[in-house]
């Protein structure tokens, strides 16, 4: 255990805490559950810059920092289905969960045929998750229909167009590998 690692798994101990201020009814809870959130963004990108820079990067480390992120952006992007209850934020919402399960399945196929680098995560992933984590703080911080909740669907929209380009980078990198594979 080291600390990128402790740093990973408090990501997902956040998780609750999330869900928790999310639903409590006063004013002061959904700048907090946003705070949460941006408190894990953080830790996300910390683990990664530690792990590297420390020369700390494990097995372990490497399994669950994205099962982390994948938890959190999830069930981010399930509270905010509920709460904004539109069309708007729901299918940029649906697009990027699904592209999270596509990409993640096609890397442990690829692992399992040792080709796992061809899937590696790009200067576009890296984008996206960046433009991901500030429309979920904005829309987590803000109300809906207020400007910057707008914004924070507007920058989804982005994020999810993204999300489908670098899906697309990714399945074409494997296609060679796939195509066989049929």
Avoid: C
């Avoid at 928790?20 to 910390?46: E, K």
């Avoid at 500030?134 to 707008?150: H, W």
């Avoid at 899906?167 to 590998?177: D, S, V």
Wanted: no cysteine; aromatic share 10%.
């Amino acid at each position: 255990m080291n600390i990128p690692n402790i740093l990973t798994l408090a990501r997902i101990a956040f998780i609750p805490l999330l869900v928790v201020f999310f639903y409590l009814p006063y004013s002061w809870s959904m700048p907090v559950a946003a705070g949460l959130f941006a408190l894990a963004s953080v830790t996300d990108w910390l683990d990664g810059y530690l792990a590297r820079r420390w020369d700390q990067s494990t097995p372990f480390g490497a399994f669950l920092d994205p099962v982390a992120d994948k938890l959190m952006v999830a069930v981010a992007l399930a509270l905010l289905i509920e709460r904004f209850d539109s069309i708007w934020l729901t299918l940029p919402a649906l697009v990027i969960i699904g592209r999270e399960i596509v990409i993640s399945a096609l890397r442990e196929w690829m692992a399992e045929m040792g080709k796992r680098g061809s899937v590696a995560v790009s200067w576009l992933g890296k984008v996206k998750t960046t433009l991901q984590m500030i429309a979920l703080l904005l829309l987590l911080a803000f109300a809906p229909g207020t400007q910057l909740s707008l914004l924070g669907v507007a920058t989804l929209h982005i994020a999810a167009i993204m999300t489908l380009w670098s899906m697309l980078m990714y399945l074409r990198a494997a296609w060679p590998h796939l195509s066989r594979a049929m």
